[in-house]
T-cell receptor, first 113, second 111 residues
């Protein structure tokens, strides 16, 4: 089954404790991205990657890192999480750049206390 | 920069009522336009899309027409069902390939 998976689905952590949210897709997609969803703000893009070893900032990259060492994986790293990073995070992938459909993962709800 | 504005919700309708969710956008060039739907506890799913002016996207009884002259992409459905209750997001993708989303509109359909 074609899908985007994220782990963990739920995470409660404390300020300053490094964490990684994994994202994996099995569709051989070149393009992957991370979004955060906050009430009234819709989804805002954090980082995206057009292919292996090619990443770039989205609208709200501060406090986040990403890497793309393999085509299928695109982890999101929070080196020192803060409460304002409490949010619902979505990973998405699409075949390549352009007007292609993006396939979204199920989401990771992160709470930073 | 690019932006998408949606009507604020929640929108509450009775089953079989007519639905319109307004969406307007600001973008340079000729973006592609999308409607995504998010059911409770799930990720976003593409509902429909249009890639050029006057295109009509349609799926599951929902329709939206790309209106360049009014920079709009309003979502409509003639007869909503309880199962349509969800959050609907309008989005655009411009030349830079980033998806820009509106704030989302929650639809609640009562039996």
């Amino acid at each position: 089954e074609a899908q985007v998976t994220q782990n963990p689905r739920y995470l409660i952590t404390v300020t300053g404790k490094k964490l990684t949210v994994t994202c994996s897709q099995n569709m051989n997609h070149e393009y992957m991205s991370w979004y955060r969803q906050d009430p009234g703000l819709g989804l805002r893009q954090i980082y995206y990657s057009m292919n292996v070893e090619v990443t770039d900032k989205g609208d709200v990259p501060e406090g986040y890192k990403v890497s793309r060492k393999e085509k299928r994986n695109f982890p999101l790293i929070l080196e020192s999480p803060s409460p304002n990073q409490t949010s619902l995070y979505f990973c998405a992938s699409s075949p390549r750049m352009g007007g292609y459909e993006q396939y979204f993962g199920p989401g990771t709800r992160l709470t930073v206390t | 920069g690019d932006s998408v504005t949606q009507m604020e919700g929640p929108v509450t309708l009775s089953e079989e009522a007519f639905l319109t969710i307004n969406c307007t956008y600001t973008a340079t060039g000729y973006p592609s336009l999308f409607w995504y739907v998010q059911y409770p506890g799930e990720g976003l799913q593409l509902l429909l899309k249009a890639t050029k002016a006057d295109d009509k996207g349609s799926n599951k009884g929902f329709e939206a027409t790309y209106r360049k002259e009014t920079t709009s992409f309003h979502l409509e459905k003639g007869s909503v069902q309880v199962s349509d209750s969800a959050v609907y997001f309008c989005a655009l993708r411009s030349a830079g390939n980033m998806l820009t989303f509106g704030g989302g509109t929650r639809l609640m359909v009562k039996p």
